[in-house]
């Protein structure tokens, strides 16, 4: 959890540990990143479950996921596919792109140039959590453990 803004936060790290981004994320997009980390399973496809089960379906191959810019504080990825041999480009929320990449097993990439323009980003420029239903979510997501997962039927 983001400090300054109370948003989730994740984390992107190089292999050697030596540089990192950090993105601010929905509560929502948390848990579904979160539960793939964790290896949660649901009894009903979530919506990235559901995605992977489509691709796969279908024959599609999650190549990699690339973060590759950064606009008004905003991060822009694509996750790109192979299609019967061919490279499409889709555009996704970074969270989005990478809770399908984890489910995918495919690679994360993040423009170098990206690691040097996010030390500008204003981590307090976000608006702070003032509605109750987002302070709710945000309650209900801090208090999780990894063993409540398994008392709802999903």
């Not at 948003?7 to 979160?34: K, M, Q, R, Y």
């Not at 796969?56 to 299609?83: A, K, M, P």
């Not at 989005?96 to 489910?103: G, H, K, N, T």
Request: proline share 3%.
């Amino acid at each position: 959890m983001d400090s300054l803004t109370d948003s989730p936060v994740v984390e992107l790290a190089d292999t050697d540990n030596e540089t990192s981004l950090h993105i601010c994320i929905g509560l929502l997009e948390a848990v579904a990143i979160a539960s793939e980390l964790e290896q949660i399973q649901f009894m009903r496809p979530m919506t990235h479950d559901l995605m992977k089960s489509l691709l796969t379906l279908l024959g599609v191959i999650v190549d990699r996921v690339e973060i590759h810019d950064l606009r008004q504080n905003t991060f822009y990825s694509w996750i790109c596919l192979n299609v019967a041999g061919k490279e499409i480009r889709v555009d996704a929320r970074p969270s989005d792109a990478l809770a399908i990449a984890l489910r995918m097993s495919a690679r994360i990439y993040v423009n170098e140039r990206l690691l040097a323009d996010s030390k500008r980003v204003s981590p307090g420029s976000d608006k702070k959590i003032k509605d109750e239903k987002s302070k709710k979510w945000l309650e209900i997501l801090n208090n999780l453990s990894p063993e409540d997962f398994g008392k709802y039927k999903m």
